[in-house]
């Protein structure tokens, strides 16, 4: 029996403090353990033994399982044992699961759509320097997409290509289509300025869903992922002056 998953804890014995409210989400190597108002302590699994990351080093649960979606637990330091608990899956586990699974599933079609976005934003971009960041952050999003692929398939899905992903950037999609649009630098600038705040509603959304879930390689990729299309909004709001320049100049218009 696998250990991903929700887990409600109930203590059973010895030393431990009484465990309402205490939940254990798990998801491949790491989890945590939370308790209703404190922060959450996180673990690494090994086996079937759940090592405490400071400040509670030393701290290992032992686990042992006892028919279908149950296990037994000792509570250990220093290798003692001090109190015992059982831990039991929730049935809404995997529908959480599912649902993070749908999110992550957004995220790649999401990023595919960004990369055929930056290709036409790129082909219509006179400006060089202008032209060189979009291609920089065409490798990011690469990456992005890479992370992403990696989550879903730590989760045994594979890519759908979800509408709903696609959708979100539909109509952005119409302006690459119209290359031949006047004010390309204007309106390439603006399209991507709303294209990177998509992205980080997406993956400030989807960071808190798989915190939800219990996994933490899901969010702490869509919270890097943040920082890196935070930044690339923050270098197309520092040219706003620049690029209504070249939007005028394009159409003939001198100020």
Known sequence: MGLDGVWRVERTGGALPPLRGVVKRIHGTRGRTTFPGLPPMPFEVRGRSLHYAPPFAGLVDE???????VFRGRATIAGRTFGHFAMRRQPMATELDAQLVKHIDEAVAMEQSVLRLLDGMISTTDDE?????????KLETQTHLDRMQKRLAAHGATPSFAREAGGMVGALMKSVLDLARPEKAGRNARDAFATEHMEIASYELLARIAERAGDDETATAAREIIVEEQRMADRIAAGWDRFAELSLNEVGVTV
């Not at 686990?63 to 979606?69: A, F, M, V």
């Open 63 to 69: 686990l042992e399982p006892d028919g279908d979606d």
């Open 129 to 137: 320097e202008i032209a060189g960041a979009l291609r920089q952050h």
